[in-house]
């Protein structure tokens, strides 16, 4: 009975969302000032019946209700509580809820803080998002209802993959969630402005913080799946260029650019049209991305199981929004485009140069990952791009932008200033060499290293340079506001993030061997001792466990105890085991067993080993992370927010009406 | 030329510049990392080439998987339920590798068999690669041509 509750909950849902987008946009249109009214209560609505199908869907798995058939897929009685949680999301059909979920929750938030906004503006906003949240349940209720039951009801459920049973998991989803969806408000504001014909900088300003916030999240989410890759699929590393992961990354990318482009229209009024363009993107590319994972028409290291009826469907609705946006873009941009001249060494160009590059790896990227799909509609063959084409692609766009970088915060907005631009390529220059020679003292002798450690160095130090420079000129209190600090941080996280990605790639040692008990293997400067095997029970799996003892130069540095675990079904899963630290992970994982050695001890055993040293490894995640800080930090800006307490002063008892956002002030 | 002018033709030519050079090294990089996935019944064929690499894929053969006992080098056969080719491979295999299942392997040929340099399983285990799926559908086609 409960779960067919759910299954009403999500059809109020799906038609209150197809109200929220009908009556606003219509009122707009119409200006019916009832029907744009309706906007907040239907968003409201929507909102609670989402939550509530969710809820029901994860108290069907509290109870292991398993006549649900996707509890019954996703869930046995052996299963843990936290991971019959996270298995919400483990699958499809509650991924797709928590999809939904989570755009109910921006939307909320945007109703909530938007409510002076001007009035059409704001109920377009809403609109869209309801449009968004309309073809998502669609999809849910018509291809992947989570609520279907499975009569007769089993004894026993299925189980989650056991890939997906590690604490990266709980989080990744979510996470990464947030950042796709959080990209659907910008998309919204895009949309009304463009439906309205008109675009105010200070609208810009006041969607800032939500693509900020957007970002951070995908930031983190992105570094959640790649550690999880690292310490979950027991190869050690940490990216592959696959397609599940380039999903995640192109959204990531044309967000990077429109978080700067962004600026330049808050600040300047400049690149409108452009700011408009990359939201669209970076929402559609995140569409895309949904596609890519959900529907399997790609082969990847990560793929699940899918029904092409899915494909079909979000290929219909992606047609529908990219479609969509891009005519009414190429009708009415030149209604909203506008801007001011700017010199050829201002800040504007050099941001215009990290969008160029931030883009075009992004349709690089785009290409690589669909050009399979390409080959096989044209009847080429069955293709496949390997990790080299997107690795040496990304290395040569990126290096551009890297070079820029530092001077992007130096420059002016709309002049040119070369003093200071000399100057600081001096010192900045002047310490990527030293950085680079040191490390080459310290035994870093390939020259990808090198370049690692010079480029690192260069980007840290040229954010370091432009920090201590406003130390000194501005006045005290006012040196750092949030939102450059978010720049600093953000910038900050790129430097570290090279020097991880690099010194990974260029230091790490690799072996795989053969082990049997009692027999050392010598990777880096630790020496690795193998102690043999043990069973091991867990909460629902049982495993062969490993003991090594890793030593340096005769000193016990850690012991280790990779697992490779057996699931109820028979599934296999290898749990590395590793020893973290700040210059370097240690990392083994267990192969198979090799059958009886003919070692000297005379025991049985061996076993196939994967030992490896990752130095700086940590970095490339830290970055990252950085990085996230730098979005969320910037978010909260008291610029964006006294935005709103200005407005909420001229919504005083004095009665001003609230017409009043302002056209942008210039800031020199 | 007035600024705003001036500005227009040094964005456009950035762009032009940019879109140019990224295209050729684009088809640059596509055309040296592409490779092709074939079925041991296309290898028969001769379609696979002889020295450069490729993407093997199949159905790992029931009681073919063998092991030289305490090294990690392994060979085993992927069949297309057709023909089958040995593959080589020295390395520790995927969790999902098992007899009887769909795996694809990179690699290259050497004499006769099939020297793999990286070997892929699913995820998840119900689950057969389309590509393979495919090259078996395709091996089923030509071989009813073959010997009706």
């Known amino acids: 009975m409960i779960p067919e509750l759910g299954q009403l909950a999500l059809i109020l849902a799906l038609l209150l969302s197809a109200l929220q987008c009908a009556l606003p946009i219509f009122g707009a249109w119409r200006n019916a000032k009832p029907l744009m009214a309706t906007a907040r209560s239907l968003v409201v609505g929507q909102f609670v019946f989402v939550a509530l199908a969710f809820g029901i869907l994860t108290y069907a798995f509290m109870v292991q209700d398993f006549s649900v058939a996707y509890v019954a897929q996703n869930s046995n009685l052996e299963l843990p509580w936290w991971y019959r949680f996270s298995a919400v999301w483990g699958a499809h059909e509650g991924s797709l809820l928590l999809w939904v979920l989570i755009l109910d929750v921006w939307t909320l938030a945007v109703a909530a803080f938007g409510g002076k906004l001007p009035e059409k503006f704001y109920a377009r906003v809403l609109g869209v998002l309801g449009f968004i949240a309309f073809g998502f349940l669609l999809f849910s209720l018509a291809t992947s209802n989570p609520f279907t039951r499975l009569i007769p009801a089993p004894m026993d459920g299925v189980d989650l993959n056991p890939v997906l049973q590690d604490p990266g998991l709980i989080m990744h989803p979510p996470v990464l969630y947030m950042g796709y969806v959080g990209f659907s408000v910008a998309f919204a504001f895009a949309i009304a402005a463009l439906l309205g014909g008109e675009l105010q900088s200070s609208w810009v300003r006041w969607s800032r913080p939500w693509t900020n916030v957007a970002w951070g999240f995908l930031s983190a989410g992105i570094v959640a799946g790649s550690w999880w890759a690292y310490s979950e699929l027991g190869w050690g590393g940490w990216w592959f260029w696959d397609p599940v992961e380039n999903a995640s990354f192109m959204p990531w990318l044309v967000g990077t650019a429109l978080i700067h482009a962004q600026a330049v229209t808050d600040k300047r009024g400049g690149l409108r049209a452009w700011t408009l363009l990359l939201a669209i993107f970076a929402f559609s590319l995140s569409l895309l991305g949904t596609f890519l994972v959900r529907s399997g028409v790609l082969t990847s290291v990560h793929s699940f199981a899918a029904d092409p009826k899915r494909g079909v469907f979000i290929l219909g609705f992606l047609a529908v929004v990219v479609g969509g946006s891009l005519l009414l873009y190429a009708g009415r941009a030149r209604y909203v485009a506008g801007g001011k001249p700017f010199a050829l060494a201002s800040r504007e160009t050099l941001i215009l140069i990290g969008n160029l590059m931030l883009s075009v790896s992004a349709a690089t990227v785009l290409l690589g990952t669909l050009y399979p799909l390409l080959g096989e509609a044209l009847n080429i063959g069955r293709i496949s791009v390997g990790p080299p084409y997107f690795g040496f692609l990304f290395m040569l766009l990126m290096t551009p932008l890297v070079l820029a970088m530092p001077f992007a915060p130096l420059s002016r907005w709309g002049k040119a200033d070369a003093v200071i631009w000399r100057r600081a390529l001096q010192r900045i220059v002047m310490l990527a060499l030293i950085a680079g020679i040191i490390a080459f003292a310290l035994s870093v002798h390939r020259w990808m290293g090198l370049l690692g450690v010079t480029a690192s160095t260069y980007v840290i130090a040229g954010t370091a340079f432009y920090a201590i420079k406003r130390w000194k000129e501005a006045p005290r209190g006012r040196r750092y506001p949030l939102e450059m600090l978010g720049m600093l941080f953000g910038h900050f996280g790129v430097g570290v993030f090279i020097a991880g990605a690099i010194l990974t790639r260029t230091l790490s040692i690799e072996q795989d061997v053969a082990l049997s008990p009692g027999q050392v293997v010598h990777v880096g400067n630790y020496d690795f001792r193998f102690d043999g095997v043990g069973e091991r029970h867990g909460p629902n799996w049982l495993a062969q466990q490993g003991t090594v003892e890793v030593s340096k130069n005769g000193a016990l540095v850690t012991v280790l105890h990779p697992q490779k675990r057996t699931y109820p079904r028979g599934q296999v899963q290898t749990e590395a085991s590793i020893h973290p630290g700040v210059f370097g992970d240690l990392y083994v994982s267990l192969g198979d067993p090799l059958g009886p050695s003919t070692g000297a001890a005379g025991s049985s055993g061996a076993w196939a080993v994967r030992v490896y040293d990752k130095p700086f490894v940590r970095w490339i995640w830290a970055g990252g992370l950085l990085m996230m800080l730098g979005g969320f930090c910037a978010a909260a800006d008291k610029r964006f927010r006294l935005r709103r307490s200005e407005e909420a002063q001229a919504h005083d008892p004095a009665g001003i009406p609230v017409s009043v956002i302002q056209p942008v002030q210039q800031q020199a | ?148």
């Open chain 2, 1 to 148: 030329m007035n600024p705003v002018r001036k500005r227009r033709l040094i964005i456009i030519s950035l762009i032009v510049a940019a879109v140019g050079i990224a295209a050729t090294l684009t088809v640059f990089a596509l055309q040296q990392n592409m490779t092709y996935l074939y079925s041991p019944s296309e290898v028969e064929a001769g379609k696979a080439p002889l020295t450069s690499a490729f993407r093997l894929g199949g159905v790992v053969k029931e009681g073919s998987v063998h092991r030289v006992s305490g090294t990690l080098q392994t060979d085993f056969v992927v069949t297309d339920r057709f023909h089958d080719m040995r593959v080589e491979y020295t390395g520790i295999l995927p969790d999902l590798f098992r007899e009887g299942q769909s795996v694809i392997t990179t690699g290259h040929m050497r004499g006769g068999e099939f020297a793999a340099s990286e070997v892929l399983a699913k995820h998840d285990e119900t689950y057969m690669p389309r590509e393979v799926a495919d090259a078996i559908a395709k091996a089923k086609a030509a071989g009813r041509t073959h010997d009706p």
